[in-house]
């Protein structure tokens, strides 16, 4: 009685070979060589802090700081009315650095979060302050707060020198942009907050958002220096 058969099928035998090269390709490439991380202290806009970069080729690396100016205080006069004005200022940062020429020059993107604040305030018994075109004598418990907040969360967008792979002791420029628009917000006290000098508080509102209310970025000139490890 006859016995069948199975079919042999075909080895792929050019599979197989591809395969055996790509891995002894694979095998004969050197390894990539480990990217040094950079800690770096900077000094500028918008303030001091430090920071961590690490490349992860010569075309792209990551990096996160933060800065701050901390707070202050001090008198400043907007649109005729002085001020008693304090300022909060700090942010936090994600950046991807893209360098074109595989150099020192970088394009960076990323995003910021944020905490600027500024709030001014006008009081003081007996004080005459112009809002809108009039007069008030200001009493005990009249006033003008006036606040200005940047939004919590931007882009950022720049370009610079520097945080690229290399080691030692490094030297870096920032120069660029979180973009987002200020928002101002007036609150009148006592005589201020009267339906009877609303027209008043308007205007002056008006003229401060043509002034401190029209900031739509803020800007980042800053040096640091670092040190690879």
Not at 63 to 74: A, C, I, P, Q, Y
Request: charge should be positive.
């Amino acid at each position: 009685m006859p016995v069948a058969r199975r079919a042999l099928r075909p080895r792929p035998v050019a599979a197989s070979v591809s395969c055996m090269l790509c891995a002894a390709v694979l095998a004969s490439l050197p390894a990539a060589p480990a990217r040094a991380g950079e800690l770096y202290f900077q000094a500028g806009l918008p303030g001091v802090g430090i920071g961590y970069a690490h490349p992860l080729n010569s075309w792209v690396g990551v990096r996160g700081d933060f800065v701050t100016l901390g707070s202050r205080s001090e008198t400043t006069t907007e649109e005729g009315i002085a001020y008693d004005a304090r300022l909060k200022a700090s942010r936090g940062a994600l950046f991807a650095d893209l360098y074109p020429f595989a150099g020192g020059f970088r394009f960076t993107l990323g995003a910021t979060s944020n905490r600027y604040k500024i709030n001014l305030d006008a009081s003081g018994a007996g004080t005459t302050i112009n809002v809108g075109g009039t007069d008030y004598v200001l009493g005990p418990g009249d006033g003008l707060a006036v606040e200005v907040k940047y939004p919590s969360t931007t882009p950022y967008v720049g370009l610079g020198w520097g945080h690229h792979a290399s080691s030692g002791l490094r030297f870096s420029l920032d120069l660029g942009a979180s973009i987002g628009k200020a928002r101002l917000t007036v609150t009148p006290r006592g005589q201020l907050a009267q339906p009877a000098a609303q027209a008043d508080v308007d205007r002056e509102t008006a003229e401060l958002r043509d002034g401190v209310g029209k900031v739509k970025a803020l800007p980042q000139i800053s040096f640091a220096i670092g040190y690879s490890f």
